[in-house]
């Protein structure tokens, strides 16, 4: 994937997974709180009660392959893609690859607090990938951003590490244990009180193969990837990542970014130029899982 270039180099160790592709989510369904029922309604029987509304989902491909999704399609003529409607997903990966707890016990932060309050102080709908280690490590921000209806909180794997050989130095899971790595990664969610829990699943540095995704299929997830690379991880120019974002951007583009402080450390700086910018062109920001909607 071109994508993978820019996050793959930056990341070496805690980011180089930030931004790969989504989709697990067997326990999300378990995770999802039910849908109230209206209060002018008479009491219905149990049968008739309301349901949460499940996110969408791309079928597997074939041979049970985890299907992977990367933008909204915008129809191949030029009228239909003038037509095609200014929506775009803004994602942030939450990594945390599984032994650098004894970095975060010396102060190096993985998390990015005054990124997510931006977020929220400017409206903006996101889709947060998280890895099951960052989870246990940040529960009450796990917690506030996964019980939050701005945010949907998606797989990055328990333990950050790659889906394939050669993924920018990370350490390789073993096939055999793929679909474990992300069921556990689940787990930590349930774990730490996550609730808009979405089947969607990013890998480590956004490396994947057919193997892979052979691996995953009983994870029954879609793996997200993106069309936009913000260029966020390691970057000291907020401009720079804005501007790398605002000419990428097209009407239906899923977009990479961070939200890990000590490897980001000025994506919230560069958010703040986006946003505004986004909208002022008629831009409107949505989750994935509305992205993904048909």
């Not at 180089?16 to 039910?34: F, N, Q, V, W």
């Not at 998606?154 to 333990?159: G, V």
Request: glycine letters at 8%; a neutral charge.
């Amino acid at each position: 994937m071109t994508a993978l270039t820019v996050v793959g180099v930056l990341f070496g160790g805690a980011l180089a997974g930030c931004g790969g592709a989504a989709a697990p989510a067997p326990a999300a369904p378990a995770t999802a709180s039910p849908a109230p029922t209206s209060p002018s309604a008479p009491a219905p029987a149990a049968a008739t009660s309301a349901t949460p509304k499940k996110p969408p989902t791309m079928a597997p491909g074939p041979a049970g392959r985890t299907p992977v999704f990367e933008r909204r399609p915008t129809g191949g003529s030029a009228a239909e893609k003038a037509a095609a409607e200014k929506v775009v997903a803004l994602t942030f990966d939450a990594d945390m690859t599984a032994d650098q707890g004894p970095r975060a016990k010396a102060g190096e932060r993985f998390d990015n607090p005054e990124l997510i309050a931006l977020l929220r102080r400017l409206k903006v709908p996101s889709t947060v990938f998280m890895t099951g280690r960052w989870a246990e490590e940040y529960p009450a921000q796990a917690k506030r951003i996964g019980t939050d209806d701005l945010f949907e909180v998606a797989n990055h794997s328990y333990s950050h590490h790659a889906f394939t050989a050669d993924c920018y130095g990370l350490p390789v899971v073993a096939k055999d244990s793929m679909t474990r790595d992300v069921e556990r990664a689940f787990s930590a969610f349930r774990q730490a009180g996550v609730r808009n829990v979405v089947p969607y699943f990013r890998f480590p540095g956004g490396c994947y193969d057919d193997a892979a995704l052979r691996a995953l299929g009983p994870a029954d997830v879609t793996a997200v990837q993106w069309d936009v690379v913000s260029g966020d991880a390691f970057a000291t120019d907020a401009g720079a990542v804005a501007e790398q974002v605002l000419d990428g951007v097209r009407p239906g583009s899923l977009v990479v970014m961070h939200c890990t402080r000590s490897a980001a450390p000025v994506t919230a700086e560069a958010i703040g130029r986006i946003v505004p910018e986004l909208r002022k062109r008629g831009y409107r920001f949505v989750k994935v899982s509305e992205l993904m909607e048909e």
